[in-house]
């Protein structure tokens, strides 16, 4: 178990090194940092150009930059902007707003999703069946881009009816705010609401959709209707035995739709104003900044990395058979 | 209860339809591919979604001969107009119509999609066939390959090189996402390769000294059509979706192009005051998604029908003749298997070369 579990963290560590270097490479090959400086005009002189070529090693191969990065990252630092401010400085921050955004909206994607896939399975071809499938497909057709400008759409008509702002759809945290920890923390909240509602629907969508499928396969089987049959309760025998047996291929499914979450983040940050790793992504891209796209892959990878791992322990937890 | 018994009691491959349009054909040879067309109209929403998706390609392509206005127009009369009078879904800050300007979008969404879906498909079909057919190494390069590309979102790769495709032509931009979109199904069909090629045809062609492409593109990949034909739909909608989102950003299709995500975009700026710059191009393309995933869904009930629903219904038909027997109903065979799903649906074929399937009496 424990030696499955290591040879599976060995495995991701090394994907997760790979990816960063490929996102690296790829950043170098497209991006023109010296675009910005060659468009200026006057045109800057030449032993201008010529530093900041040196500076940023455009002279190195690729692969030799890249280990000069990472070796900067093994010490904790993670290079500078094209605008010459250290990456690390921002980092925390951005990586914090992220976190709180994919946590929170995963733990209440996953658990509402599991819940509407099981009620649906078990009052199957009911009302709340049918209403919870057309929902899902109708989540899973709409971009998040789309759902996140009509959840502001929402938001304004509802401040609109209360005359006063009760959901905000900018930024993570009112900048001007004073007041005690108990009103900051409800500030917060409201900023929270939509972001993490756009992020959460999809999720709710997608599991529901797959934990539906897994329980119907369960509900038919056999050991349940042995679990009835030796005396256990209906709800009882599907909690204890159903639920669990569904939940297996979820943890499989958790790892894989990591990357579909954090896509959707990136557009839920640009949408919302949060200055979170999406929204750094969007900026570095624009501002052909290899190290800021660079330690958002890494940052990503990490995660899927993390949520892979974690999907690995869900499954062992869940199927004994693994166990061995 | 009695009315939903003898519905699923007639019919396992969709709701509707019945038990008597099963046998009201019986002298007539039922072929497979009879059968399939059969049991995908006989669902409704699918049917729905192909008629919209039909639809859809009409007026897109087929609406700029009879419009008022064409998308390179600009009306100076007219600035943020709402919908009404000529401009039918109303008019941009510049005086462009959005009507003209959401179906040439539609256009290039529509053609993306679909090529992006098939070439993705395809690739995911030789990939997926090379790996389980030569297992080993080649195997666990190309597995390997698959999780690095799941580890790096597809989103965030194609971000990164639009630089190189800024200002090039768009089908650039359909080669990478189509090289980033077949790793799921490669997944799907190297498993499914992994148990065909234990089967006596592909060891038969095998033994007659056949290449191995020759047996992977001849036997093997046929073999899979309805799960890659399943896939390929799927795969358009997820094209759809990918493209927009991109083009969203300014990452995919570049100007003076325009596709439903460009124009999203656009209308999102000023969304709050002017919603009908993106409600518009939002609806076709929640339209046109929703569409696809329903065809998907109907087309994956008609081609395999011991996949997920049908099987579901199959079940449920179980259970309900297990309860408080009716006296039309049997109690069905408790061995009975998945796979004998269609012919319980269609006496013919089941009267003939199935012989498990003793319910039929249920049916008729």
Known sequence: MAGFLLRRLANYVVLCLVATFLAFTLASLTFDPLAKLNERNPPPPASVIEAKRRDLRLDEPVPQRFVAWMSGVARGDFGNTATDQPITAELGRRVGVSLRLFLIGTLLGVTLGVLVGVVSAVRQYRFGDYFATLFSFLVLSTPVFLIGTLLKFGALRLNQGFGFTVLYFTGEADPSFQGGWAAALLDRLRHLVLPTLAIALHQIAFYSRYQRSAMLDVLGSDFLRTAQAKGLTRRRALFRHGLRTALIPMATLFAFSFGLLITGGVFTERIFGWFGMGDWLVYGVEQQDTNIVATVTLFVAVLVLVSGWLSDVLYAALDPRVRV | ?364
């Open chain 2, 1 to 364: 209860m009695t009315l939903d018994d003898t519905d699923s009691a007639g019919t396992s491959g969709a709701a509707g339809g019945g038990p008597v349009d099963a046998s009201v054909e019986p002298t007539r040879a039922l072929t497979r591919s009879r059968l399939v067309v059969r049991r995908f109209l006989r669902n409704r929403l699918a049917l729905v979604g192909l008629v919209v998706i039909a639809l859809l390609y009409v007026l897109a392509f087929a609406s700029p001969m009879f419009a008022p206005w064409t998308h390179a127009q600009q009306d100076y009369t007219a600035f943020l107009r709402p919908p009404g009078g000529s401009h039918w879904f109303g008019t941009t800050q510049i005086g462009e119509d959005v009507f003209a300007q959401t179906m040439r979008g539609l256009q290039k969404s529509l053609t993306i999609g679909l090529l992006v879906g098939v070439i993705s498909t395809a690739m995911a079909a030789l990939v997926g066939a090379t790996a389980g057919y030569f297992g080993g190494w080649v195997d666990r390069v190309l597995m390997w390959l698959v999780d690095l590309l799941l580890v790096l979102p597809s989103f965030l790769i194609i971000s990164i090189a639009s630089p190189a495709f800024r200002g090039r032509s768009w089908l650039l931009f359909v080669v990478l996402l189509a090289l980033f979109g077949w790793m799921m199904t490669a997944r799907i069909v190297r498993g499914m390769t992994m148990t065909l090629r234990e089967r006596e045809f592909v060891k038969a062609a095998r033994f007659m000294g056949q290449s191995p492409l020759r047996i992977i593109v001849r036997h093997i990949v046929p073999n899979m059509a309805s799960l890659l034909i399943i896939d390929a739909t799927i795969n358009v909608g997820a094209a759809v979706l990918a493209e927009t989102g991109l083009s969203y950003f300014g990452f995919g299709v570049q100007p003076p192009d325009v596709s439903l995500g460009t124009l999203i975009a656009a209308g999102t700026r000023s969304a709050l005051t002017f919603p009908w710059l993106f409600l518009f191009a939002g609806g076709f393309l929640v339209v046109t998604v929703l569409s696809v995933n329903w065809v998907g869904d109907g087309l994956r009930d008609a081609l395999d029908p011991t996949s997920t629903r049908a099987r579901r219904r199959e079940r449920r038909r179980r259970r309900v003749d297990a309860g408080p027997t009716t006296p039309t109903t049997q109690s069905a065979p408790t061995t009975q298997s998945a796979s004998t799903a269609p012919s319980a649906s269609t006496p013919s074929i089941g009267s003939s070369h199935r012989p498990q399937s003793t319910d039929d009496g249920s049916a008729g």
